[in-house]
């Protein structure tokens, strides 16, 4: 007879694209997040906590994997036939949120969110289907100063969490200005929005790789498509040449020096140039400048690039809105005191999201790491966002305006750990060992002492016949102090503290001025435990240390 089969045993990993949150990560997460917070409330916004589970229909339009459409979210069909699915972002339950409690919520109404998102896309190095966001948004303000108060905000939010100024830049753009250039360039039409919307959405990915392909990749996009080095094809929005012409007159509106070139290689009258001659001219010579517009000077502002993306928009009347509201932009931030060294108008900034129909900005940070190999790049994005006036709409049938910004937080973290600026405290508790088993009340009552006065403190769990594991498990713990009292200790009323921060200094190197004078371990009578574990922990909290 044959045996049975023993059950298989579950695999103890991680499913593909999730990942687990230790002690430190957890602590830096939320510290981060407190910081951030109290910039919001600082502002005058409130927090908001909504379910993790949302109708698919609430939802909305999903937020597809290029490679896998239609599959952006983790749905199911519960029992009564509804289908339900995992929040993709907090931006669609605020949606749902501003609907459903309209008559209760004030208007403007002001709100925060912070919390964790799944999306159902193919993962990657860094790309998880799990992952937080921090997000803030105002909702019922038809009024750009409400775009301008996100930014000015978003501005604060990473300075106080320790991105220092000059480190990071807002780049500020207006999807009416792009969808005036679609309409001048014959792919958007006002009557019957979801016409051309597939060469819309190949145009917007295309722009919005500028930094990465250059005017050269961007131009092969706008036409029949782009191989990459690997041999890879990517299929182009299939422009004519006079429509790829007005698109990129409006790319090269973020090079500096943008007049000269346009007029050589765009103008309508002249054919598109040859890729050899786009490559050397505009990659090698233009386009490392990119367009700051100093904000600090308004007329310039207007006559410089505000008049010109005018030129390319034509008689848009969308397209002069975006530009009008640029220019608004700019001003109350001066206002405020925003300049250049910290939000910018940046034409090439579009935002991936359809929503999207006003103001559009993003935070970049500017300083260099080393990736896996060694080469230098720099960060890259770590926020963004933008006016979604048709959101709630879904919802109302009547337009309200909204606006809104979200924080990548892991990306937010990674960045602060590769300046060194992580503020994550990872000393672990005080632990008190264990000598004897028959006084483990008078091993707790030490321990309730030290929690009692705000000490964080644990009595060790394990088996304690061998005392070498305690001290090793505080260590591996990330202990200050290991608390001993043996019988000895115990008749005479001590104690002893055992500094594990030094030992460990000791044994790094132990002729470290710094630490010779200090006892590795201390005697204290039992009545003065908790005092003494305060000095102790003192020495380390001190910025001499």
Known sequence: MAKDKQPRKPRAET?????????ADVVERREML???SAVYERYGFDPLETSAVETVEALGKFLPDVDRPNEGVFGWQDEDGDWLALRYDLTAPLARVAAQFRNDLPSPYRRYAMGPVWRNEKPGPGRFRQFYQCDADTVGAPSVAADAEICAMLSDALEEVGI??????????NRKVLNGVMEVAGILDPSDPSKFEAERGIVLRAIDKLDRLGPLGVLALLGEGRKDESGDFTTGAGLTEAQAKVVMRFVMATTNIHDRMVERFFRPENPLPEPSELGSTLIGILFPDMLAISM???????????????????????????VEELEQIANLLLAQGYGPDRIRMDPSVVRGLGYYTGPVYEAELTFEIHDEKGRKRQFGSVAGGGRYDDLVKRFTGQAVP???????VDRLLAALRAKGRSGAQSQGPVVVT????DRMADYMAMVGDLRR????AE????????????????DKRGSPIAIIQGGDEAAKGMVILKDLILGAKIAENATLEEWKDRPAQVEVPVAELVDAVKTMLALYESPAR
Not at 164 to 173: A, L, M, S, T
Not at 403 to 408: A, L, N
Not at 434 to 437: A, G, L, Q, S
């Open 453 to 456: 006065a705000g000490i964080r």
């Open 34 to 36: 407190a910081k951030i």
């Open 15 to 23: 499913p593909k694209g999730f990942r687990d949150y230790f002690g």
């Open 402 to 408: 909204a606006t809104g910004v979200s924080i990548g």
């Open 296 to 322: 600090s000077h308004p007329a310039e502002l207007k006559v410089e690039t505000l008049e010109y993306l005018s030129s390319i928009v034509g008689i848009s009347e969308t397209g002069r809105q975006g």
């Open 164 to 173: 220092e100024r000059g480190d990071y830049i807002i780049r500020v753009n």
């Open 434 to 437: 264990v000598m004897d088993r």
């Open 459 to 474: 009595m060790y769990l394990g088996n304690p016949k061998n005392f070498g594991n305690q001290l090793k498990y505080a």
